[in-house]
């Protein structure tokens, strides 16, 4: 295998990495989406039943209740902002796996690759010098041939 071939290989690596890691990104943000649409929802019920207290319920608690929703909704968000960090994490640590046993294997081909160079090339010395030595064995051959010849 040579270089072009290996820098190929990568490349096909690097497409397949690619379209894994775009499928994975599709479904995370899928469920994601789902999740958000979900949690959306539930806040929306949520929302509703409050407005319907806080009609029921003097000024006073209105703004207390005003102050519960913005403490909820940064908890929320700060917990939100957790997970898609600790989900984003866990790709990149799943990516960097994946990458190195990738690179573990293109190393080991390598050197299949440099070993077979070495053998392609003690082959072709040794046929070499299986020539030389045929011709040399001819040339002496011709040479006692003649040897004879003017002997006899």
Known sequence: MDNESLQTLKCLMNEVLDDKFSSFKTELIGTMDEKLEH???????????????MDQKLESLENRMDQKLESLESRMIDTMDVKIRDSENLLLEEMER????????????????DNLNQYYQLAKLENDNILLVIENVQNLTKR???????SA
């Open 39 to 53: 949690l959306e929802d539930r806040m929306d019920q949520k929302l509703e039943s409050l407005e319907n207290r």
């Open 144 to 150: 006692v041939e003649v040897l004879e010849g003017k």
């Open 98 to 113: 994946t990458r190195t046993i990738l690179e573990d294997k293109i190393d080991k081909i390598q050197q299949n690759v």
